[in-house]
């Protein structure tokens, strides 16, 4: 069983909490406000979920998921993710969830803003171009007449 440490537990990070519950393993959410903020989700999640700060979640995983809006990134904590994988959802959306000057002046790409604020994480992109209400759809291969013409 694999314990994975949630650093946002919103749209994604929720989503991904109630898929990693439903696959057999633990899950360590946490968000800006507050464990006790999580309640709610952490008793529709059950014995598998618990709520913790984002330093405690990051500790706590095997894995940690990062999903937080893009301008907070430097409030991950970089010294506890040493040297663990880490995923970044994240997706550069300024218009909504605001502007990240370094990005904007060119001096940091977006897909690698996480990167490079945790140089000795092992960090993964993934689920970064998803709309999360499409990740509980279950894989499947799509037939020839559903495949996207190449
Ligand atoms: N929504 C999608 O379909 C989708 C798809 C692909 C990628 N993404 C990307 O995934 C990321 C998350 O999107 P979302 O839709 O899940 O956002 P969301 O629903 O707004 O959730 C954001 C989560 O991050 C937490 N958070 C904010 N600042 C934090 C901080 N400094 N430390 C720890 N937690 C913090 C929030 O907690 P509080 O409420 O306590 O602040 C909340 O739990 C974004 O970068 C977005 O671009 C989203």
Redesign the pocket.
């Known amino acids: 069983m694999t314990t994975i440490g949630f650093?946002?537990?919103?749209?994604?990070?929720g989503t991904l909490a109630r898929l990693a519950v439903g696959a057999g393993h633990d899950v360590v959410l946490?968000?800006?406000?507050g464990p006790e903020?999580l309640l709610d989700l952490v008793a529709e999640l059950g014995p598998h979920a618990r709520a913790a700060t984002?330093a405690e979640a990051a500790t706590a995983g095997d894995i940690i998921v990062v999903?937080?809006?893009?301008r907070?990134y430097r409030?991950?904590p970089a010294a506890p993710l040493r040297g663990r994988i880490v995923v970044d959802?994240?997706?550069?959306?300024p218009a909504r969830?605001g502007h990240v000057p370094e990005i904007d002046a060119g001096d940091t790409p977006a897909p690698l803003l996480l990167q490079t604020h945790l140089p000795d994480a092992r960090v993964v992109k993934a689920?970064?171009?998803?709309?999360?209400?499409h990740l509980p759809a279950p894989a499947t291969t799509p037939s020839p007449a559903e495949r996207s013409p190449s």
């Open positions: 650093i946002g537990s919103g749209n994604i990070g946490s968000n800006s406000r903020t984002p999903s937080i809006p893009v907070a409030q991950v959802t994240l997706n550069y959306d969830q689920f970064s171009t998803v709309y999360f209400r």
